[in-house]
T-cell receptor, first 113, second 111 residues
Framework: DVKVTQSSRYLVKRTGEKVFLECVQD?????MFWYRQDPGLGLRLIYF???????EKGDIPEGYSVSREKKERFSLILESASTNQTSMYLC????????????FGPGTRLTVT | QKEVEQNSGPLSVPEGAIASLNCTYS??????FFWYRQYSGKSPELIMF????GDKEDGRFTAQLNKASQYVSLLIRDSQPSDSATYLC???????????FGAGTRLAVHP
């Protein structure tokens, strides 16, 4: 069974803090993705990575950065958290050339106060 | 115009009925189409995917794709209360296995 884990289920941070969200997958997948999900807006792609040290901007990268130093780990960084970044963050992974089924982690509910 | 559009619902159907969920997309070059189910507070899980025009059946679920009209639908036969969830339509424009998601349709199956 593919397993995608995220470091926290719930996180509360203050405006201006630097926030790290970690995602780890145990199936040697090449592609990893970070989404945020907001009511009425669905899942929106923030960043994705198709290999170690490689990254590509998604649809809403502003205010975020990512790091992928190891194949199994993809980190999302909020450089200076703002209240409009309060959201559910979902990580997903898929093998290269896979059937496009993205395996999702359990999500991190981030609240910025 | 959103790239993938779904009616937000809620779509309310009685137990045992057929639930019909629809999705339209704007990119004619889209290659692959997916339906994910998401229970409240949980992450999405894949229930169907379809690549070719026509119908694809899996148990109580049937996905239908019409590329000329740019729509994809999901039929759930013999709907059960456990089917109550948000259904997300996702479209792959190709490359890097990216998916573009619709906002989802909330389905409520009442006994």
């Amino acid at each position: 069974d593919v397993k995608v884990t995220q470091s926290s289920r719930y996180l509360v941070k203050r405006t201006g803090e630097k926030v790290f969200l970690e995602c780890v997958q145990d199936m040697d997948h090449e592609n990893m993705f970070w989404y945020r999900q907001d009511p009425g807006l669905g899942l929106r792609l923030i960043y994705f990575s198709y290999d170690v040290k490689m990254k590509e901007k998604g649809d809403i990268p502003e205010g975020y950065s990512v790091s992928r130093e190891k194949k199994e780990r993809f980190s999302l960084i909020l450089e200076s958290a703002s209240t409009n970044q309060t959201s559910m963050y979902l990580c997903a992974s898929i093998p290269y050339g896979g059937s496009y089924e993205q395996y999702f982690g359990p999500g991190t509910r981030l609240t910025v106060t | 115009q959103k790239e993938v559009e779904q009616n937000s619902g809620p779509l309310s159907v009685p137990e045992g009925a057929i639930a019909s969920l629809n999705c339209t997309y704007s990119d004619r070059g889209s290659q692959s189409f997916f339906w994910y189910r998401q229970y409240s507070g949980k992450s999405p899980e894949l229930i169907m995917f379809i690549y070719s025009n026509g119908d694809k059946e899996d148990g109580r679920f049937t996905a239908q794709l019409n590329k000329a009209s740019q729509y994809v639908s999901l039929l759930i036969r013999d709907s059960q209360p456990s089917d109550s969830a948000t259904y997300l339509c996702a479209v792959s424009p190709g490359g890097y296995n990216k998916l573009i998601f619709g906002a989802g349709t909330r389905l409520a199956v009442h006994p």
